[in-house]
């Protein structure tokens, strides 16, 4: 049997995050399933090895009675991810970027349940987990070195 050491550190952490906006508005009268929209960006530090995802997200109605979509909830989380050594951005491995969604989305599912509980206004949204990998290519897509 062969022993394999593990790394004490991985190649990437979660250092911090913030959510800069959150909006709620209540709908006069819910209008049943709501529509969710992720928009995913980065920007990468090279000097301080340090990656700014900034995840939008958006629960809307979409009705056909309605001239435009209602949004419901509005999200903007900023989150930064320290590199264990220095990386250059040509050099961030691919599978950071779907992991990179996958580590910050619970914050945000739990900011979505946690507020829309604490208004007290009826129903709070419960977002499900969900498998945001496709986001990945969107993310690596729409990030730029700073």
């Known amino acids: 049997m062969t022993e394999e050491k593990i790394p004490s550190k991985g190649v990437f952490s979660l ?9 709620f508005n209540e709908p006069e009268q819910p209008q049943g399933e709501l529509e969710l929209a992720f928009h995913p960006s980065g ?33 903007i989380m900023e989150s930064v991810f320290k590199f264990a050594s220095e990386t250059p951005f040509e050099k961030i491995p691919d599978y950071f970027y779907p992991n990179g969604i996958a580590i910050t989305f619970p914050y945000i599912r739990a900011a ?17 987990t969900y ?13 730029t070195a700073v």
């Open 43 to 75: 920007q990468y530090n090279s000097e301080k090895s340090e990656f700014l995802l900034k995840m939008e997200f958006k629960a809307f109605e979409n009705d056909s009675k309605i001239k435009d979509d209602v949004v419901r909830v509005h999200i």
């Open 15 to 23: 250092v911090n995050y913030k959510i800069p906006k959150f909006e």
């Open 112 to 128: 979505v349940s946690n507020l829309t509980l604490q208004s007290n206004i009826g129903a709070p949204i419960i977002l499900p």
């Open 131 to 143: 498998n945001l990998s496709v986001l990945g290519d969107v993310l690596k897509r729409d990030t």
